[in-house]
């Protein structure tokens, strides 16, 4: 009987399939309510004198059915892991899947720059709002109704007396009203002109700086300026001022750069001057201070307003400002580090 018990216990674990299986089989014959604790169990209906012997017997059986499902197990653990490695292969020369990285936009880069040269001076940012009150806008900056310079500017109005802001000098009001000098604001941000060609956009960023406190001369300015130019342009790069007009600087200048592309000598881009045109700038007028209680007799300041797009384009060379609205990828892709 025992060897039978071995026979069919080696025949049915020999058809297990698996590891599950086979556990099966095995708790079938050595389980606790297996076949083995079964015939342990008949031990009682034994003469006394056989007991010794046919307990022997059985643990030897045991013996025998542990060892062969013991090799067994390590048989199918082996196959199991081989079709499982042979199932869940990685093939490695397959082709992956490229991630597109994005690029800042030529004006966000070049605001961050304009951004990290102020702020190393000692700016600080403050952002007004995009609709402004006709009165910080123009009246505070000394140019109240019917003042010609208000045509310098083509406005768009949301109601009477509000606007879409023309311009960062906006800003150097709000600031003054709030803060007492010394004053050294970077204001950047978009204004919106009815102004539309192949220079001007109908909504551009500027970048407005303004200094305010005892002293402060229009050499403190183009010292700066001078900074400025060599850190965006070139390290050869030189400032010149020439006499303008804007109604919140007196006096008020234009500031040109020596021409990066020929360095000076007059080529295409400078139309053969040397120099570009790259920002407006002056003292603060006596006015636009005393209209933000600050005493022009104590204290003095200038301020300079540029347009990002157009340091942009200076920069990389781009002939038309629309293409830095567009958004065509191809063009974007090109302002990789
Ligand atoms: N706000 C002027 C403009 O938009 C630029 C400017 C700023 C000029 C500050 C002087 C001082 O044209």
């Not at 058809?15 to 095995?26: G, H, T």
């Not at 303008?244 to 295409?268: I, N, R």
């Amino acid at each position: 009987m025992e060897e039978n018990i071995l026979e069919e216990a080696s025949q049915e674990a020999e058809s297990a399939e698996n590891s599950r299986a086979l556990y099966e089989v095995k708790m079938k014959y050595l389980g606790r309510t297996g076949k083995i604790s079964l015939l342990l169990k008949k031990m009682k209906e034994i003469a006394q004198e056989e007991r010794p012997a046919f307990g022997k017997k059985i643990n030897d059986l045991r013996e025998k059915l542990e060892a062969h499902f013991e090799k067994l197990e390590e048989k199918i653990k082996q196959k199991e892991l081989e079709h499982k490695l042979k199932n869940e292969r990685i093939d490695v020369t397959m082709p992956g899947k490229r991630k597109k990285e994005g690029v800042l936009h030529p004006v966000t880069r070049v605001k961050n720059e304009l951004i990290d040269v102020f702020a190393g001076m000692g700016f600080e940012i403050y952002e007004g709002p995009e609709i402004e009150s006709e009165y910080y806008n123009f009246t505070a900056l000394n140019t109240p109704a019917d003042h010609p310079a208000r045509d310098m500017q083509d406005t768009f109005y949301v109601t009477d007396e509000f606007l879409l802001r023309t311009q960062t000098s906006a800003a150097q009001i709000r600031v003054m009203e709030k803060k007492k000098p010394p004053i050294k604001i970077l204001s950047p941000g978009r204004v919106f002109r009815s102004d539309d060609d192949a220079t001007h956009s109908p909504m551009f960023h500027q970048m407005e700086g303004l200094v305010v406190d005892k002293n402060i001369t229009l050499c403190d300015l183009q010292g700066m300026l001078d900074e400025f130019a060599r850190s965006v342009f070139s390290d050869s790069s030189k400032t010149r001022l020439r006499p303008s007009y804007f109604p919140f600087t007196e006096p008020s200048v234009e500031v040109d750069v020596s021409c990066a592309s020929c360095g000076g000598k007059g080529c295409s881009l400078c139309k053969g001057t040397g120099w570009i045109e790259v920002l407006g700038a002056g003292m603060v007028n006596r006015r636009v201070l005393e209209n933000c209680g600050v005493d022009p007799d104590e204290y003095s300041g200038f301020a300079f307003g540029m347009g990002v797009e157009r340091i942009a384009m200076l920069k990389y060379g781009i002939n038309n400002i629309k293409l830095l609205t567009e958004n065509d990828v191809r063009f974007l892709e090109q302002f990789k580090d």
